[in-house]
C-alpha cells in the first residue's frame, strides 16, 4: 500500500472551472513532488518542494498553481485548463529532495477537462 | 533528446522462467537507477534500485544488474509470475542535485506474464 495519498481520485471539470488536487504523506519526507502522465508515456516531472519551498517548476503553464501548506501536504491548484491537460497526475515524495533519494507514488488522481 | 532509453516496448514470458528488462542511458552524470512497476490506473510502485557504486542489487525475486562502463542496466525477476505483468519503467537520477532530485523515465516496457 502506498503511504502518499492522493484525493480525489478521479476529477472532471470544465475550461472555466476551479479545482484542487490534494496529496497527503505521513512518512517524514521533506520533499514533494508534483508529476504529470499521458497514456503511453512515462511521468513527467512538473514541481518539486523541498521543505515546504518550491524548488523546481518545469516551465510548468500558470494554470497549474502548487501549494505546500505544510511538510505533509500539498496541493495542486487547476484553473483555466485547456482539454490537453487531462491526464494522471502524480503526487511522489522523498526523504529530502537530493538526487539519490527513493521517490515513492501516490496512486494519482485521473484528471479530463472537458 | 533521451537520456533514459527502454529500446523495447512489450516483452511476453512464460510463468516460471525469467524476465529480463534493459535499460540504457546517456547521461554519465547519472548516479542513481531505479525500477519502478506500473498497473493500469495507478501510481508506479517502487521495486528496487541500486548506486552507480555498486554493480548488482537483490531483493527476492528481483535483481538489477548495473554496467556504468556500457551505460546499461537490467532487471532480472526470477521466476516470473502472472501477477508481474505490468509497465516496469527504469529512471535515474544525478546525487546531489543542487535544485532536487529529478528523475528521468524511459519509455517504459510492457511484460506479460503467461500462465
Known amino acids: 500500500d502506498t503511504e502518499v495519498t492522493q484525493t480525489p481520485k478521479h476529477l472532471v471539470m470544465g475550461m472555466t472551472n476551479k479545482k484542487s488536487l490534494k496529496c497527503e504523506q505521513h512518512?517524514?519526507?521533506?520533499?514533494m513532488y508534483w508529476y504529470k502522465q499521458k497514456a503511453k508515456k512515462p511521468p513527467e516531472l512538473m514541481f518539486v518542494y523541498s521543505y515546504e519551498k518550491l524548488s523546481i517548476n518545469e516551465s510548468v503553464p500558470s494554470r497549474f498553481s502548487p501549494e505546500c501548506p505544510n511538510s505533509s501536504l500539498l496541493n495542486l491548484h487547476l484553473h483555466a485548463l485547456q482539454p490537453e491537460d487531462s491526464a494522471l497526475y502524480l503526487c511522489?515524495?522523498?526523504?529530502?529532495?537530493?538526487?539519490?533519494?527513493?521517490?515513492?507514488f501516490g496512486e494519482g488522481s485521473w484528471l479530463t477537462v472537458v | 533528446d533521451q537520456q533514459v532509453k527502454q529500446n523495447s516496448p512489450s516483452l511476453s514470458v512464460q510463468e516460471g522462467r525469467i524476465s529480463i528488462l534493459n535499460c540504457d542511458y546517456t547521461n554519465s552524470m547519472f548516479d542513481y537507477f531505479l525500477w519502478y512497476k506500473k498497473y493500469p490506473a495507478e501510481g508506479p510502485t517502487f521495486l528496487i534500485s541500486i548506486s552507480s557504486i555498486k554493480d548488482k542489487n537483490e531483493d527476492g525475486r528481483f535483481t538489477v544488474f548495473l554496467n556504468k562502463s556500457a551505460k546499461h542496466l537490467s532487471l532480472h525477476i526470477v521466476p516470473s509470475q502472472p501477477g508481474d505483468s505490468a509497465v516496469y519503467f527504469c529512471a535515474a537520477s544525478v546525487g546531489f542535485e543542487e535544485y532536487g532530485n529529478k528523475l528521468v523515465f524511459g519509455a517504459g516496457t510492457i511484460l506479460r506474464v503467461k500462465s
Open positions: 512518512m517524514g519526507h521533506r520533499a
Open positions: 511522489a515524495s522523498s526523504q529530502d529532495a537530493q538526487g539519490g533519494n527513493t521517490i515513492y
